[in-house]
């Protein structure tokens, strides 16, 4: 079946998040007069933001936006690395960090060459407006935003796929899941999507895991400039 | 209120539709041999969308789209026009003809420069993919595509505005309405947006009716550039 959308993680996929957050935490720590382990802090915030949207998955929980999740997490990591005095202000600005991430090298240039023949769409677990905004900080030129907002479910819950789906207005097959993390791959692949694999080390240089396609993909491609040349873009 | 963002109605207000559905209608006529009124055929067409949409606010029938809406009412006057005859794939790309419509003059550029200040979004009655074809036909620089599908509601349903506001993550005075219509700048009020009026010809030269602002909307302009120019970009 003829590939006619594209929908790309971001988180990891598109951008790298955690070069950025480390950043931004070393800053405001540096201006506190705080020296910390940053990359623990910020792995700490990200890897433990699972248990909440799988509550909101299974209906434990009513639907919560990532930034509540995000911002929860903050107010307990912040005491735990002595900078409990952060304003209220302060702590807005330090989960926005998540909005102001670094592109890979290939990400503006592929999704580029990919827009000319595809219609290409988030599709992430972040807010939508989160979302809106690190498309326009990183300038990415994606055609929409769609995110677990939509469908009110995070992935890998089926909704969020259904729901790309319908409002995409295509058959399953025809849109092509874009992700380096393969369980998102598992998932859009039941619903019946088209899926491509690609390798980041969104979780620093020692990354072991998700290096490689572990099932049999319709794409594993190195970069989203390979993807574009694989599609004919 | 510092307005953040700005939602746009996108036929009329944004695109030309009227010259460009004539222009697919005359062009599949002549094909067929049938000369008419393609005018009026397009304005009777565009005119008598409102009940479905209306049923729908009401509760009356479940959710469609307006490609849905759109379909019923073309299977309708093709008879009427001497096109029975039309299949069902000259039928589909001729509904499609709604998402090949010819941006005003100023709107790219208007877009563009507001777009460099503001969070840009398209707020219409049109399917979801309809609205995001359309960006990518006319070449319409908008962050992110909004519409009645998001909130399963049309325009002048205060849901379509609510959800605009939940999903952008502000305040309703943040967000600015910018349309040629004083009936969705009225409804957008009503939930406490901001308001900014244009003028249009979208149904001809002929038209006298919303060609001057109806209520003390927060702007009032000539156009999309006059509008960037107001709001300091």
Redesign the interface.
């Known amino acids: 079946m003829a590939i006619k959308a594209l929908t790309f993680d971001v988180f990891g996929t598109v951008v790298d998040w955690r070069t950025a957050v480390i950043q931004e935490l070393r800053q405001f720590g540096a201006a506190k007069g705080v020296d910390a382990d940053w990359a623990a802090f910020t792995d700490a915030w990200k890897t433990t933001y699972r248990p909440a949207m799988d509550k909101v998955n299974a209906g434990q929980i009513t639907w919560i936006n990532v930034?509540k999740i995000f911002r929860d997490r903050l107010d307990e990591l912040l005491p735990q690395y002595g900078l409990a005095d952060a304003t209220e202000e302060e702590r807005e600005r330090l989960n926005l960090s998540w909005c102001r991430p670094i592109a890979w090298p290939d990400s503006v240039a592929g999704i580029r060459r990919l827009k000319s023949r595809y219609?290409v769409?988030t599709l992430s677990n972040g807010?939508?407006?989160w979302l809106?905004?690190i498309?326009?900080h990183v300038g990415l030129p994606f055609?929409?935003?769609l995110t677990a907002?939509?469908a009110k479910a995070y992935k890998p819950d089926p909704r969020i796929y259904r729901t790309a789906i319908e409002?995409?207005?295509?058959s399953p097959g025809e849109i092509l899941m874009v992700a380096c993390h393969n369980y998102d791959l598992r998932a859009a692949k039941e619903q019946g999507l088209s899926t491509a694999f690609l390798p980041r080390k969104e979780h620093g240089l020692e990354q072991t895991f998700d290096q490689e396609p572990e099932d049999n993909w319709d794409f594993s491609v190195n970069d989203l400039c390979e993807l574009a040349a694989v599609l004919g873009c």
């Open positions: 930034d219609l769409s807010n939508f407006v809106v905004n498309t326009k055609d929409c935003v907002e939509n409002m995409l207005g295509l």
